[in-house]
């Protein structure tokens, strides 16, 4: 058509930059709701500073993740076979610790980089072979998931307490002689890999091809930007932030087992989804998806205070993850 | 508006008078007026943004006129929606295919109005009617049976007009039908549209091409600004007259042509083949000129362009780009000098959902901040000097483009190689879809760039530009060659060619010499 649009889509414009505040103010306000709607309802203790440490806590491992996942579903993809590598990630930092004698460091980023090349390996067939990213990443999750039952035995993997040392106390709760931490070192890593990806994602090339991909895939390539490649990395990064939710897992639970976080993937994507993240690719943020990872547990903690049996939390979160994407529908409609 | 009794409305098969439509503060139809009778195709031309769509739009219900009447054989005709145009025996056939791929050429043409007892689809009755409808055709590959998804553009075309027969259309409305099809193709259909002609059927044709209107219309309408300038005799009136109508000034004006000093050879190639297209093209491409590239359709112009940019493989022959020779990515040759404006601005060209300035400076995100960091203000003041020269109309660098207008988008796209700053700018069809304000910006834009600007230490680059449109090559290039079924011929001075002679090499009436 011609120029007459521009001066039709001034109004839509005068919100792009309001636009990206509201993708992030959408969630965020979301939370709050929802936080405040438990303080009325649920018994006092919910709204305890204690309790906002558990709900810290619990958030990390999925949160990890979805740091990985964001960057994944930013440039169009989707990979499901998160949860698997969370319990692969623990199995091998227990084979690590109580088979192999290393220490804790050792271990647990070997547990990682174990994660990092189930991820290396997504990336390539996606990319060599062309298969789109759901059926590698679901089978991979089989795969996965198989290599840590082998490396088990079919058994989870105890380790001696002395060997843990601080792996115990990632996510434990903050002992009263540190109570200056307010949360565990676990809580705090998160925070600070978060800001770094957010950074990577606005401020460095690698961030920008991401989204320039997930926007459209074939003008990157016209433009020069080595597509296959940010994959590849984009894939390895969000299987290594896989990992590090499952030394997470580890540090809460102390075993390796192979059995763990079935199905943690979905709770992961949701909290991409809810956080603004479209699958279509092209849109997110880490604050997003941190908040989107917040408001689940946040519906969890409160449920449970409450007294309200597990089914009711399914049903809710349910509601609320196709309830939040719709919301973000309509608000793109309007301001398209 | 007064209704003219005394007119015999009867020999009209339809009639639009006095149509308006605003949207907002725009005028996009003012007072338009057509006839269209039995027995007779209809061309209607216009720039992008004359209208043209609109008024189909009308026609077919999808949007309601704010005033204006429409008659068909004489009586009102008023459709809500274009399920009722359609039922009233208006069929609109798209430039985008609207079938089902996945079905059968029966099912296709019977969809939503298949025969039915009880419920059950009566096959017998589907197959007879489906034939019936495709018989005439008389294309081998149009069979009860066959796939949609497995025939060629071409038939598919025709499943979606034996659709529209089937039902038993009264008027037919073709939208810019030939934009997908080969030369053959393009001649079956102009051969079909004769033959409905004979059967009784007002034919509407929307087309830019202003030669296939000459071939195939009886009469020519052309829209202006939503309005009609000009209706005439295909006969009697020339194809420059009919352009000029369309822009509304000189042809000459919208061309500019400063002085122009072909350099060094920056590109050469030589004897290039891709997959299937190009079969042999070679040429050889100078600082300070423009070379035009000319053919149909499908000739395997965009292939050129696309495995010399390495977006295509390349399977023989040889390229030299500059100091660099051979094929090479489109990583490598961004970093080479050349840049690459695709045909496709919405699916290839632009990022719709990024930013201006995302989209402007992705090819070569460095030199914004220190480590290699990408800093987004530094971008933005890197883009508004590209928004302030070529004029784009937009609320600033952080603005998506996809709310951005087509011409105001490719100023976008075009930015993207400036910013760059390639030596060698390949332009696919640079001026597609865009209005004639948009245009006359690219075609000064080229000017500029070919003639460089010593005094401002600008240097003159290398133009390689693919167009449909004859009299856009003719304006702005030095030397022009045409392609025809995927071999490039001789370039030529445009002193020495016309358009006509062009037509003739890209149909490959005349053995190029």
């Given at each position: 058509m011609s120029d007459r649009e521009s001066s039709l889509s001034e109004k839509g414009a005068f919100g792009s930059n309001w636009r990206s505040w509201l993708n992030i103010l959408g969630p965020v306000l979301g939370l709050a709701v929802v936080y405040e709607l438990f303080v009325l309802i649920a018994p006092p203790s919910f709204a305890t500073a204690r309790n906002m440490e558990t709900i810290a806590r619990q958030t990390t491992i999925v949160g990890m993740a979805a740091l990985g996942m964001t960057l994944v579903i930013i440039c169009g993809g989707i990979d499901l076979s998160v949860g698997s590598i969370v319990a692969l990630s623990t199995v091998v930092i227990a084979w690590l610790l109580q088979?192999?004698?290393?220490?804790p460091l050792t271990a647990a980023v070997g547990g990682v980089a174990a994660a990092a090349f189930f991820g290396l390996i997504s990336g390539l067939v996606i990319t060599r072979l062309r298969v789109v990213p759901f059926i590698v990443t679901l089978g991979m999750m089989l795969v996965v998931r198989g290599v840590a039952k082998g490396i088990g035995r079919e058994q989870k993997i105890d380790v001696d307490p002395e060997r843990l040392r601080w792996l115990e106390e990632l996510l434990a709760s903050v002992p009263k002689e540190r109570s200056w931490m307010m949360v565990p070192a676990g809580v705090w890593l998160l925070v600070l890999l978060a800001i770094a990806m957010a950074a990577l994602l606005r401020y460095t090339r690698l961030g920008r091809h991401t989204f320039a991909i997930g926007s459209n895939e074939q003008t990157a390539r016209l433009c020069g930007v080595a597509v296959e490649r940010v994959k590849i990395i984009v894939f390895t990064l969000c299987a290594a932030f896989a990992g590090l939710g499952g030394l997470m897992q580890f540090s809460r639970l102390t075993v390796g087992d192979?059995?763990?976080?079935?199905?943690v993937e979905l709770d992961v994507i949701a909290a991409v989804v809810i956080g603004g993240g479209s699958l279509g690719g092209g849109e997110g943020s880490i604050l997003g998806s941190l908040v989107g990872a917040l408001i689940m547990t946040v519906i969890a903690s409160g449920c449970t205070q409450m007294g309200l049996p597990n089914w009711v939390q399914e049903i809710i979160t349910g509601a609320i993850i196709v309830g939040a994407v719709a919301l973000d529908r309509l608000r793109h409609r309007r301001a398209a | 508006m007064v209704e003219r009794v005394d007119f015999d409305r009867s020999a009209v098969r339809l009639e639009m008078q006095g149509i308006c439509k605003r949207f907002g503060a725009t005028v996009?139809?003012?007072d338009v007026d057509i006839k269209v009778a039995p027995r007779e195709v209809l061309a209607l031309v216009g720039e992008n943004g004359a209208g043209k769509s609109t008024l189909m739009k009308v026609l077919s219900g999808a949007v309601k006129a704010d005033a204006g009447q429409m008659w068909l054989e004489g009586v009102p005709y008023r459709p809500s929606n274009p399920l009722e145009a359609r039922r009233a025996g208006v069929a609109m056939i798209y430039q985008e295919l609207s079938l089902t791929p996945h079905l059968s050429v029966q099912e296709n043409i019977m969809l939503g109005m298949e025969p039915t007892t009880l419920g059950v689809v009566r096959w017998k009755e589907v197959r007879r009617r489906a034939i019936e409808a495709i018989e005439?055709?008389?294309?081998?590959?149009?069979?009860?049976?066959?796939?949609?998804?497995?025939?060629?553009v071409g038939s598919q075309q025709l499943v979606e007009i034996a659709r529209a027969l089937a039902i038993g259309c009264r008027v037919l409305v073709l939208d810019e039908p030939t934009s997908s099809l080969t030369q053959q193709d393009v001649e079956r259909l102009f051969e079909l549209i004769g033959r409905l002609k004979q059967q009784g059927k007002a034919v509407v044709y929307i087309s830019h091409f202003i030669e296939e209107v000459k071939c195939v219309a009886d009469r020519v309408v052309v829209l202006r600004d939503g309005k009609v300038v000009g209706s005439s005799n295909v006969a009697a009136i020339t194809t420059d007259e009919i352009i000029s109508l369309m822009v509304g000034r000189q042809v000459e004006e919208l061309y500019p042509r400063s002085s122009r000093q072909a350099g060094e050879v920056i590109l050469e190639i030589e004897d290039l083949a891709g997959v299937e297209k190009p079969e042999s093209a070679s040429l050889q491409l100078r600082r300070g000129e423009v070379l035009g590239i000319s053919g149909?359709?499908?000739?395997g112009r965009t292939e050129l362009l696309r495995s010399l940019f390495g977006l295509e493989p390349v399977r023989k022959g040889k390229i030299r780009l500059g100091v660099y020779t051979g094929p090479a990515s489109p990583v490598r040759r961004w970093v080479q000098g050349a840049g690459l404006l695709s045909e496709d601005r919405k699916e290839e060209g632009l990022a719709l959902s990024l930013s201006v300035a995302d989209n402007v400076t992705l090819s070569k995100l460095k030199g914004f901040g220190p480590l290699g960091l990408v800093l987004p203000s530094r971008q933005d003041r890197a883009t508004r000097r590209w928004i302030e020269r070529l004029g784009i109309l937009c609320l600033g660098p952080r603005q998506p483009v996809s709310s951005l207008s087509g011409g105001n988008q490719q100023r976008v796209a075009l930015a993207r190689l400036l910013q760059h700053d390639v030596d060698v700018l390949l332009l696919?069809?640079?001026?597609?879809?865009?209005?004639v304000a948009a245009k006359a910006m690219v075609y000064r834009l080229i000017d500029e760039l070919a003639s460089g600007s010593p005094a401002e230490g600008r240097a003159a680059k290398a133009i390689l530009m693919v167009s449909s449109y004859l009299p856009e090559l003719m304006g702005v290039c030095d030397r022009v060659a045409v392609m025809c079924r995927g071999r490039l011929g001789p370039t030529h001075r445009i002193a020495e060619v016309d358009e006509h002679k062009l037509m003739l090499e890209a149909t490959g009436q005349e053995a190029s010499t």
């Open positions: 088979h192999a004698g290393v220490g192979p059995t763990v976080a079935v199905g | 996009a139809l003012e005439e055709f008389e294309n081998p590959e149009l069979t009860p049976d066959a796939r949609v998804s497995k025939l060629s149909l359709v499908g000739a696919d069809e640079p001026t597609r879809g865009i209005d």
